[in-house]
């Protein structure tokens, strides 16, 4: 089996047009113009970049766009009050703060201080409950991603079995719960897991997020298996050269697999375009225009809001 690549980039660019239709409308039918802040503290280069990209898509798709670039060595209390600021700012409705942070930061203060109808990351205790709940209001930003990928090639994800290794609260925690919600049968996985290569040769659908470069090899997957890898590490290879790879050895994956996400292309521009659509559900749901969408409702490629003639 040659595998098909889910290109995460072409599929990004599409939700992320939809977006800026959202925002035209928006603009047009409620004079609103979503507002998006995003705070990087310190100059980690992976970061800086990251931040970079958010802010121009933010711009590209019509947002108003803020970057606060802050030095490592602020203190929790200036950052504190940056975040208030940004949550009684009227024009913002998406607060992002990049992590991680520095460690004389407490990440959780940090996290719980951010107006949960304005984290667009779904990283509040709020916005997790609500997620655990079933009830998602912003969900964590990558997972949605990888669902999106994931119903580009699988209709119907009831009954399927999936394994999600790496537990983060970013990406692995988050998105065993989504997954579960469509219906998945899903084993919450580590690098520790015993048996681990056996566990995903059970698997319908793999997707690693455990950052750990070539840990999933193809003998571990079945025939036909969906792969999706979150990883994104760093190599140099002996000529000395750095090259970003995903967790998935991918050529011999291909070999088995019926779908897989290359790195970079793949899970990575999802995440930023995810972060789009949260803005402007933030924007939209903050000022109860319209129930908020709904995780099955916006997904994937079928109603959102705005569509639906939210301005009314
Ligand atoms: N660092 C790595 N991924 C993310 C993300 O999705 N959001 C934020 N805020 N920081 C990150």
């Not at 990049?98 to 709020?126: M, N, S, T």
């Not at 998945?184 to 520790?192: E, I, K, N, S, W």
């Not at 969906?226 to 991918?250: E, M, S, Y």
Request: glycine share 10%; proline share 5%.
């Amino acid at each position: 089996m040659n595998a098909v690549r889910i290109d995460g980039k072409a599929i990004a660019e599409a939700l992320r047009a939809r977006v800026a239709r959202e925002v035209t409308s928006l603009q047009v039918q409620c004079n609103i113009t979503p507002g998006l802040a995003v705070v990087l503290v310190g100059e980690d280069p992976a970061s800086s970049l990251y931040v970079k990209t958010k802010a121009k898509q933010a711009q590209a798709v019509g947002f108003k766009s803020r970057q606060f670039l802050l030095p490592s060595n602020v203190d929790q209390a200036q950052l504190l009050e940056l975040i208030e600021q940004l949550n009684t700012d009227v024009s913002i409705d998406g607060i992002l703060i990049q992590l991680p942070l520095p460690g004389h930061i407490d990440h959780w203060r940090i996290l719980e201080a951010i107006d949960p109808a304005k984290d667009v990351d779904g990283f509040h205790p709020y916005n997790i409950g609500r997620l655990a709940a079933g009830r998602p209001i912003l969900a964590p930003c990558t997972p949605l991603g990888v669902v999106h990928l994931i119903k580009t090639v699988v209709s119907d994800l009831n009954g399927l079995d999936v394994v999600v290794i790496g537990r983060s609260n970013i990406v692995g925690k988050p998105l065993a719960v989504l997954l579960g919600d469509f219906g998945c049968t899903v084993t919450g996985a580590q690098l520790q897991t015993r048996n681990l290569p056996n566990l995903c040769r059970r698997a319908d659908i793999v997707v690693s997020a455990a950052g750990c470069a070539g840990l999933v090899r193809g003998d571990w997957l079945k025939r036909g298996a969906v792969v999706i890898d979150v990883g994104i590490n760093r190599t140099v290879d002996p000529a000395g050269a750095v090259k970003i790879v995903g967790d998935v050895a991918f050529a011999e994956a291909s070999e088995r697999a019926s779908y897989i996400t290359p790195v970079p292309g793949g899970v990575g521009p999802m995440t930023v375009a995810y972060l789009l659509a949260n803005t402007v559900d933030a924007a939209v749901s903050r000022r109860a225009l319209a129930p908020m969408t709904r995780l099955e409702a916006r997904q994937i490629g079928t109603s959102r809001v705005v569509e639906k003639g939210l301005a009314g």
